[in-house]
């Protein structure tokens, strides 16, 4: 049974997984939600995903919600094909691959989401604060001068081998230029790493 993928093409969420599959070559089919008639808050949606937010997996009736989740077991049922090593197995590694993932989730995409949403996804007729998107600019540029000096010593997040960690930067990453952030290009260790991964043609076809 092919994968079913409950999402929008095009949103983060959908998009961090899209890149998963691509890297590791699975077939899926993308069932897109009909946001615009707010399919995502009906009680069927919600059934699979009990907090009305895109995507959930469908895995021959197995229902999986969270973008990080669904990535994740993506990764580790199709271990043996595509790119490798994305979810290291030797305990260190492991435990240094968990500490990249919550710095993801922690140090990164708790910055950046906040200004993302606070720009982009401003409800109409609501003026951007400029004041506290400033704000926002700033404590998330605190954050990436901790990855310019974790990225000095090794060449991604979790050591030296491309793992999930990295690629679920992607999809926040790349929309920080539009919302008047430009770490990932300035910052010297950073930008070497932003550049490999955001070159991935898993990537390339998602974006
Ligand atoms: N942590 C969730 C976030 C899900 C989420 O925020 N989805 C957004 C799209 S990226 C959504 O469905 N928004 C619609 C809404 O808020 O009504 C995940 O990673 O799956």
């Known amino acids: ?14 998009n961090r997984i899209l890149v998963i599959l691509r890297e590791k070559g699975v077939p899926y089919e993308l069932h897109e939600v009909d946001t615009k008639n707010k399919e995502h808050k009906s009680a069927a949606f919600r059934e699979k995903q009990p907090f009305g937010l895109t995507p959930y997996l469908d895995d021959d009736g197995f229902i999986l919600y969270e973008s990080r989740a669904i990535s994740y077991y993506i990764a580790a ?3 043996n094909q595509g790119t490798q090593g994305l979810i290291p197995t030797d305990l260190k590694a492991n435990a240094l691959f968990q500490q990249a993932l919550s710095n993801e989730l922690c140090n990164f995409d708790s910055f950046a989401r906040p200004l993302i949403l606070g720009v982009l996804y401003q409800p109409q007729g609501v003026e951007v604060d400029h004041q506290a998107v400033d ?3 700033s404590a998330l540029d605190e954050q990436l001068d901790v990855y310019d000096k974790i990225l000095s010593k090794q060449r991604y997040l979790a050591g030296n081998e491309l793992t999930l960690a990295d690629l679920f930067h992607l999809t926040s990453g790349a929309v920080l230029p539009i919302c008047g952030y ?5 910052k010297p260790n950073v930008a070497r790493w932003w550049n490999e991964i955001s070159s991935r043609p898993s990537w390339q076809a998602t974006k």
Do not use: N, R
């Open 1 to 14: 049974m092919v994968l079913k993928l409950y999402g929008v093409a095009g949103w983060g969420s959908t």
């Open 182 to 186: 430009h770490g990932l290009k300035t």
């Open 77 to 79: 049922k199709y271990a």
């Open 135 to 137: 704000k926002m600019i």
